[in-house]
């Protein structure tokens, strides 16, 4: 036992670690080392059993006390201290991890029960993926087709999943006959222990390969770039998923495919800004026109539509145009607004004969604030109390 490393260091975690930060350190851990996702590396199989073995341990209450108190001696069913030397067989929750890790999708270590050992051949559903699609502004906001390219894990398109080399079958596990599981006992100083666990031969298969097929190494399972097309649905935002059902990781054993979680990458727009399905944009209008008012256009997701301006606009002055937004990807029959700014453009550069004229527009500008060599006006800013106003009534 002197060259067992110690459980929490496989794992990565402190002693002080949570149930759920052991899952999780687990979980990450054995998707690591998962021999269909190394498969022929040596070294990776025994990390992914020794991680296996770590968490099998840490996980159950009772085996961490001992681990503990007398380290790898408390759990050895040959140590004396009650072990049961239970397999995978005995611990329920592997079944459930394996299932959101791989979705079942992957062979050979996925028959983990609770009390009793789940059929290690029976079919299994494969696991969800995820792909990105790049999108332009306009193309989430009213929906597109477009084709996507991910890499999905398939069954074997040589052995057809059985691992096997072409014109070969699996053989009849010679250590367990066939049945997936071995019954091994423990003598211990309060008796003979017995357990069952998977079969350390086949990995609870019931079978072995003897000439492993040259594609996919024995494992059943190839990984592929797949091309498909998806219809990307209205409003989509970032941060949002569409779902793209049985086009995931193929099952095992004849089981079904998992699904496509499909992830948008959308590109700024160079006009419109996005708060969630409405839509905001600014509109520069000419002086004369926000004073004189005018019939402008603005810019929208359906076009040019025409906007009558009253006169007297002021810079920054903000507008709604109904239903002009972003159809609600749940219910495509609601719509949100756009809001458009209105940006009063100075220009920088004028002739004499404008600069008379706005000479003229100032001296019969009406309400003028007094803001030159003489003044500030501060009285035109000034709030008047209820007494100034009073006053001013019985003046007049």
Known sequence: MADKRDYYEVLGVDKSASEDELKKAYRKKAKQYHPDLNPGDAEAEKNFKEVNEAYEVLSDPD??????????AGVDPNAGFGGGGAGF??????????SSIFGGGFGG??????????NPNAPRRGSNIEARVNLTFEEAAKGCHKTIDFLRIETCDVCHGSGCKEGTKPETCSECNGSGQVTTQSRTPFGVFQ??????????KGKTIKDPCSRCKGVGMIRRSVKLDVDVPAGIDVGNAF?????????????????????PNIKPHPIFERDGYDVYCNVRVTYSMAVLGAEIYVPTLDGKVKYNMPSGTQSGTRFRLRERGIVNVNNPAIRGDQYVTVIVDVPKKVTEHQKELLKQFDEEY???????????????????????????????
């Open 63 to 72: 085996k961490k006390s001992r681990y503990d108190r007398f380290g790898h």
């Open 366 to 396: 009406i309400d003028k604030p007094k803001n030159d060599a003489t003044g500030y006006n501060e009285s035109a800013n000034k709030k008047k109390t209820i007494f100034e106003k009073m006053k001013d009534v019985f003046e007049d």
């Open 243 to 263: 779902t793209v059902r049985g086009q995931g990781n193929h099952g095992a054993n004849g089981g079904p495919q998992g699904d496509l979680y499909v992830i």
């Open 195 to 204: 357990s069952t666990k998977a079969c350390p031969k086949c990995n609870g």
């Open 89 to 98: 067989g005995d611990f329920g929750d592997l079944g459930d991890i394996f």
């Open 109 to 118: 270590f996925g028959g983990f029960g609770g009390g009793q050992t789940r």
